[in-house]
């Protein structure tokens, strides 16, 4: 017999996933369900390459999980209805249920309900629909930066005056290492300045 696992992500690393946790472990507890393992990724779902979700994909495939737990069905995949059903067809066929809690929607292992693939069939456009008005408020956004002749993307990480230190920092002949501990940065930051610097 399979075991119960929950998966749980979110597109940016700046995002937490203890209220995805929370809500399936109180699902879990009302089904007297045990969550035996958790699989978490800080992954965009425009893709079903995530290592998380393939390590899991495996595991039903080889018939060891009986139940996956999630938030919501676009945490799995969010990149169209051809990938979400072909990732919830893959768990039902291969034995496993699946079961999205803020969606209110459980898939039977090896059922062919008519409702529940229609639920899939409208979740899955919802999510690839929420995807292109996100893709399109960014463009717009975008655009009008550009127009306003403001630059688009993060904000520099170090002002002139510390690039013009960071600079004078290398002149002398210091490491990068030196430079970041100097003025604590990340080596990273210090790296990414440089290479602009030479560029």
């Not at 039903?60 to 169209?80: A, E, H, M, P, W």
């Not at 699946?98 to 693939?117: F, M, P, Q, W």
Request: net charge positive.
């Amino acid at each position: 017999m399979g075991t119960t696992v929950a998966y749980v992500r979110v597109s940016s690393r700046a995002q937490d996933l203890a209220m995805q946790r929370l809500s399936i472990e109180k699902a879990a507890a009302t089904r007297g369900d045990t969550i035996i393992e958790w699989f978490s990724e800080k992954r965009s779902g425009k893709t079903l390459a995530r290592p998380e979700l393939d390590h899991l994909r495996a595991l039903v495939r080889d018939q060891n999980v009986q139940t996956i737990y999630c938030f919501k069905l676009d945490r799995l995949t969010r990149s169209g209805v051809a990938d979400t059903y072909r990732v919830v067809d893959e768990l039902r066929r291969a034995g496993c249920m699946l079961i999205a809690v803020a969606d209110n929607l459980t898939i039977r292992a090896g059922s062919d309900d008519i409702v529940s693939e229609t639920l899939v069939f409208a979740l899955a456009l919802a999510a690839r629909l929420e995807r292109a008005a996100i893709n399109d408020r960014i463009a717009a956004a975008r655009e009008r930066l550009e127009a306003e002749g403001r630059p688009w993307g993060r904000p520099p990480r170090l002002s002139q005056a510390e690039c013009a230190r960071l600079r004078a920092l290398r002149d002398e002949g210091r490491s990068v290492r030196d430079i970041a501990v100097a003025m604590k940065v990340p080596r990273s930051t210090v790296a990414r300045a440089l290479a602009r610097v030479a560029a």
